[in-house]
């Protein structure tokens, strides 16, 4: 049996090869997973390290973001109320150069000499300790002396340099004392002429307001003998009243046909009038549009504001075309805001439909 026997030793030689091969792909396979599963571990890490640090980022950017919010709020409202502050200082600025224009002259050379009497006052301060110091010494050399009871020549020629020197500056105090008393005499009639300034300011304007009351009396005489006894027109205190039936159909802005006879009579009256107002005297016709408590919304008009407002311009405009000066005229719209009657009765609303006429000053 020499085939079957060399066969069975072929065989067994070539088993432990194969055992060894296995076994070392069996070690390569499981390097390889050691290896895969420690490139896991530590791929998670740095995702997990990623991970919070994009979370930290996110909420300070959240803060980030409060925080320029709460900054943009702060600023709106800085920059509404620097606004509001500018357009108020701008308005008082302008009120206080208008009354204050006659008074700065004199508050200028009040405050030059009060900055002369500050300056006086040092130099008499500052002479005054030179005279105690040189009041001292001249005691303390004529103790010396005395004690002594030897007084030299030269020690008399000081003393009485001591005393010459001590005798000017007496005089100049004293004349310092007059300078200074002229200068706060002079303080005082200066500020005794802005008083006077004011009073007569004042005088004058209260001389304007009345003539320019004189003046209103003769237009509203006259504009009510030129338009006639028309039961929607009257005088109300210092106001020319149309009620709004004679001018405008209702919810119209459009002056009628006789409302526009009426204005022209206005228009005429006051450019008689006005030829005789002196030129000195900054007057204005007002034109105040009203309305009543019933409230108005449609395409034209979405409140009785502008209604108000727009028929007041459509008076302005007519006087305008009718030769009246722009400058002259202003035109206001109050609404159902300022009622001269507080009923809610179809009379109290035709009485708060109106326009008034108001002659005044600007």
Do not use: C
């Not at 620097?82 to 008082?92: D, M, P, W, Y």
């Amino acid at each position: 049996m020499p085939g079957l026997s060399s066969r069975y030793r072929q065989r067994a030689d070539i088993w432990p090869g194969f055992v060894d091969a296995l076994a070392s792909l069996l070690m390569v396979i499981i390097f390889l997973l050691l290896v895969f599963v420690l490139a896991q571990f530590f791929l998670g890490e740095a995702l997990s390290g990623r991970e919070n640090a994009l979370q930290k980022l996110d909420r300070e950017m959240a803060e980030m973001a409060e925080l320029l919010a709460l900054e943009k709020d702060t600023s709106k409202s800085l920059r509404s109320d620097v606004s509001r502050l500018s357009g108020e200082l701008q308005a008082s600025i302008l009120d206080r150069d208008r009354l204050n224009e006659n008074i700065e002259k004199g508050q200028g050379e009040i405050s030059r000499l009060s900055a002369d009497i500050e300056k006086l006052d040092a130099l008499k301060a500052r002479l005054e300790n030179d005279i105690g110091k040189l009041a001292a010494n001249l005691e303390e050399k004529e103790t010396a002396l005395l004690a002594e009871q030897e007084i030299s020549e030269s020690a008399r020629a000081e003393i009485a340099l001591l005393n010459q020197r001590l005798g000017a500056m007496k005089d100049q105090i004293a004349a310092l004392n007059k300078t200074l008393d002229a200068s706060e005499q002079k303080a005082k009639d200066q500020n005794a002429q802005i008083v006077s300034l004011g009073k007569r300011l004042n005088s004058a304007l209260a001389g304007k307001v009345q003539e320019l009351s004189e003046y209103r009396s003769d237009f509203f005489g006259r504009l009510k003998i030129a338009l006639g006894d028309h039961p929607g027109i009257r005088v109300v205190g210092d106001r020319f009243v149309f009620q709004s039936e004679v001018l405008f159909a209702s919810g119209d802005t459009d002056i009628g046909e006789a409302g526009l006879g009426q204005i022209s009579r206005l228009a005429e009256t006051l450019k008689d009038v006005s030829a005789r107002i002196p030129a000195d005297i900054d007057w204005v016709l007002r034109v105040d549009g009203h309305t009543d408590l019933v409230p108005i919304q449609n395409e034209r008009f979405r409140s009785n504001w502008e209604l108000s407002a727009a028929r007041s311009i459509s008076v302005v405009k007519k006087l305008i075309a009718e030769g009246i000066p722009a400058n002259r005229l202003v035109a206001a719209g109050f609404g159902e805001f300022q009622p001269i009657d507080k009923g809610s009765d179809d009379a109290s609303l035709r009485r708060n439909r109106r326009i008034e006429l108001k002659l005044t000053g600007r």
